[in-house]
DNA sequence: TCATTTTCTGCACGCGCGTGCAAATCGCTT
DNA sequence: AAGCGATTTGCACGCGCGTGCAGAAAATGA
């Protein structure tokens, strides 16, 4: 296979304003909403690109204007299903919207900085850091020196001034959660965390266990696996519970998020041979498709992240500059 | 929060240039490998653009040359985890060489020529259809007037002769693992494949079914689930066995994913109340986490990723124009 | 030391399009 | 038919860097 395009050289704005007897700067107009343009003229420029095949370059009109349309999406964390999700809404909305995004790979091992320096020689117009804890500092020292514009933090907290945070609303969604727990007399809460690091930027486990701190008056001991991953829950809840006798035992795992959740309905059910949710109830967080399927049954609560996604949107056009915290939706299934 | 850079503008070589003392193009030499460039200067360079906080522009660069580095990764289907793994191997060794990664959306209702054309204009020096189906017109169409250079068929089969592919070895594959369902004793296998479109890019039902032909001579059955994911797989399997007599069941449900195979398990177990293996057996393709997971533990076959990524750096740089076809490896689990 | 090769450096030009303003054209009124 | 404002069109300049070549500097050999 070799180099496909047939007629060799792209065909350039000057092409078609030759074509349509027009200038080339009335072939950008054509193309450029809300320009002064008559009616007549932009249908001839129109239909005269579309014989030849034209299409606005935007990476030499990124060059020319001081915008790329073009935003970095920097993820890691690439086995929960859950980032699936959010790459495919935003991918989805933003391009259905006329912007384009790159994908980049925030390694956990190496720094922020340089996905964050790879996406900045793109002329990125924002960065956009899903779902994932990351390094403020980091960032601050690549944001100096780079031309990174916006910094968004997206489904995940950051008290960074010089970034947004557009997230779910954590405190409403462990209230619900520990609402339906208390109604269905569940009293005795241990919560899975991921790895206990300083820059965790989820606020699940110290909304939930104030809340139930103050509902109830008892303390909620926690428990962190080392990764988000099956099998760290799994080891972590197996050690936990084959400690402890079946007395005080604890009745319900609240778990940060579904994948540690389904690890820790494993470990229940096929390491320590007990029932879900009769011996022990299990909640997660996200909704992951897997949650639905009859195997588990999650009770969990599903981010609004078609919302968040819009609100990106108004980010990156300048209406949004405010940090932004939406309710997303409490899903109760069968495991609790 | 406003545009953070502080120095306005961004640095450029002509900055770097003064500092270091040189010409704006002995800069660009500092920072292009393997250019003729004697090491003192480049150190020089190097130092001052390191201080002055520069990175070379790369909108600008592709601009000026034809090639951008960068490639349009697209894909649909965003359900399948196994999508998750691919596109985390593929962004990390592709950002690792040097090649950007635009991700793009084809939805299934519209076409892929819109999502190719999309990328073709930020200039992609190649477009990697990732593991999916596509319409071979619309992309002949795309191809035909647009500048994508290359287009590469990533971990699924195209015919198209202006296209390359890169792919596990599905023949193989699917022998493996029908030597290891007779070696086991299973002798009436289903097959559960997804959608039946005529651009199907699998070959793993024809193969699977044609070696089973030829060594038992029996014909292998095959049923459909109207989309790869969980519930259209227990909805067609539970259609398929309460009609069936137990003495005619299939022993082993051979399934074109491990989404359909872990939906049929489900439907197995949870629909039918039966028993997997000793019941029905079942087997996946891909290897996804969950395939791991006690509650599973499907027996699947995993596709050789990492080697497939190496190949299409190989493909970007020009050093491979063929078709590529690598055998995975065998993964037997509890549910054989 | 000088001639010759080899290595290194500087430069004109262009990639395709946006910006802001000036010139041209149009539509309407009197 | 002239005149005025509103609308539409054209254009010089620059965005930051790559290419290919020519000239300068350094290295080599006798």
Redesign the interface.
Known sequence: ??????NDG?VTADDVAAAAGVSRWTVARAFKKDASISRKTRDRVLAAADTL?Y??????A??ASDR?N?VA?LTND????H???L??RL??ML?GRGW??????M?ESEDASA?L??A????VDAAVVIGTRYDDTLLETA?????????VIFARYSQN????TLACDDELAMRDIADHLLDKGYRRPVFLAGPDTQSAKLLRKPTFTSYWQQRTGTEVPAIHADAY??DPA?DRVCAMLSEAPAETRPDVLVCENDILA??A??AI???LGLRVPQDIAVTGFDDI??C?????GLTTYRQPITQLAEKLLDVLEGTQ?ENVFLPGRFVAREST
Chains 1, 2 share one sequence.
Do not use: C
Not at 1 to 6: F, G
Not at 55 to 60: F, G, N, R, Y
Not at 292 to 296: F, N, Q
């Open positions: 296979m070799e180099d496909i395009r047939d792209a095949g299409v606005p370059d935007l990476s030499a990124s060059l790329s073009l999406l690439f086995n929960n299903p980032k699936l999700v790459l495919e991918t989805r391009w384009g995004t790159l994908l980049v790979h390694s996905a320096m790879a900045s020689q793109r002329r944001l100096g020196a780079r031309r990174v514009k916006k910094l001034p010089n970034t947004l991953a099956f799994i389904i690890g309905m494993d059910r096929y390491r498709p897997l639905a399927s009859p195997a588990y500059t």
